[in-house]
């Protein structure tokens, strides 16, 4: 029988957990500290075809990331839980210059050909804008596609933690640090947790892995960004209300049951701060206030707070400790984490029930980010 810890209750973690309790070999116990979770303050966007970013393994593990989703959703209802933190959704793309919407357009007609779940990908005329959003003006343009989908993080979470405790998985929420690391074992204990021992590890904290690992006199390049994201209570059907993901880093993602999320900030100067401030979304709501003019003078209901992990040249990477291979880690996934994080957690998780891999681990090299301090 293997015991294997998991260290961070986010997207990765939570969804290895799930999968680590599924094997009746592996004992799993999470240790989710949750305070500043980038998953648990986010309402996350699944739609990764149209970024323009040229990092070709990026954009393989995100895309497959997205596709993920629906092998992920099968085992859960399999399991007994048909999860509603996740709803595909009708999404716009919004471009302020006509020409940058129909280069973009050609480069989603291009991944189309590996992405099954682009269906539908046109530009839509202003009538059509219009006759969802009958106020608004747009001086922009819209590509429109049935590939999106949204994810409420929090949500998600919590349905794979019932599932991985239905499994038999244990779940502690405290901060835990990592006492002693041998060959083959590994010791862990926190503010409220005795010295456990393990056969294997996943660490998972995101930003903080860095200082997971300090101790251990590991150098970790990660580095933490501030998000936050503002939440509307509305009147608004917003079931039927499309995805707008808005010219630069934000967007207007409307939810269940009334709720809209706009943000999110992206603030990298701010640490681990955790402290609400408006000002990083001003412009955001200033768009929102355009699409819905009658939510204006409203303020928002709830401001979500995370923070998100980075590598210095923004390329995320997850695998095992080259001179401990029965630990592995995963970071750097900034804020596309809701969209590859749960086909990474997958990965690790069966690196341990029958070392079965899916994606080219080879394309994301712990060494590059993580390595022993001289």
Same mark, same amino acid.
């Given at each position: ?47 990764? %075809? ?7 393994? %990026? ?7 997205? +596709? ?33 919407? =129909? ?76 006492? +002693? ?25 995101? /930003? ?10 590991? +150098? ?29 880093? *934000? ?14 900030? =992206? ?5 681990? !701060? ?11 709501? !200033? ?27 923004? /390329?995320?990477?997850? *695998? ?29 998780? +069966?690196?341990?029930? !029958? ?5 080219? %681990? ?13």
């Amino acid at each position: 029988m293997k015991n294997i810890a998991v260290i961070g209750g986010g997207i990765v973690g939570s969804t290895a957990a799930y999968y680590l309790s599924k094997d009746p070999n592996i004992n799993v116990t999470l240790f989710d500290y949750q305070k500043g979770q980038a998953t648990k303050a986010a309402a996350g966007i699944i739609c990764p %075809w149209f970024s323009k970013r040229r990092n070709k393994p %990026w954009y393989r593990l995100s895309n497959q990331g997205a +596709h993920f989703y629906l092998d992920l959703l099968q085992d859960m209802a399999a399991d007994g839980l048909q999860t509603k933190a996740y709803q595909k959704k009708t999404t716009w793309i919004v471009k302020k210059k006509e020409k940058l919407a =129909h280069d973009l357009l050609k480069v989603g007609h291009k991944r189309q050909e590996n992405a099954p779940l682009i269906q539908q990908l046109e530009i839509i005329s202003t009538e059509q804008i219009q006759s969802v959003f009958p106020n608004l003006n747009p001086d922009f343009h819209v590509i429109e596609t049935d590939a999106g989908a949204i994810i409420d993080g929090e949500q998600f979470c919590h349905d794979l933690q019932q599932l991985a405790v239905n499994n038999g998985a244990q779940i502690i929420e405290d901060q835990v640090a990592i006492r +002693h690391l041998s060959a083959n074992s590994v010791q862990i204990s926190g503010h409220h947790t005795e010295r456990q021992d393990f056969s294997g590890a996943i660490l998972v904290t995101g /930003a903080w892995l860095a200082e997971l690992l300090e101790p251990l006199d590991y +150098h970790v390049d990660v580095r933490p960004q501030k998000g936050q994201l503002a939440v509307y209570q509305t009147t608004y059907p917003t079931d039927q209300l499309p995805l707008i993901m808005l010219d630069g880093e *934000g967007d207007i993602i409307p939810h269940q049951q009334g709720q809209i999320f706009v943000g999110a900030s =992206h603030e990298d100067d701010k640490g681990f !701060d955790l402290t609400e401030d408006m000002s990083p979304l001003t412009e955001l709501i !200033d768009e929102f206030d355009r699409f819905f003019p009658t939510m204006a003078d409203i303020k928002p209901d709830q401001i979500k707070i995370g923070t998100r992990a980075y590598t210095s040249d923004y /390329a995320p990477f997850f *695998g095992h400790l080259s001179d401990a291979p029965h630990i592995t880690v995963a970071s750097g996934l900034g804020s596309s984490g809701l969209t590859s994080g749960p086909l990474i957690g997958y990965e690790l998780a +069966h690196s341990y029930i !029958d070392g079965q891999t899916t994606i080219n %681990w080879d394309d994301y090299p712990v060494e590059n980010y993580i390595s022993k301090k001289r």
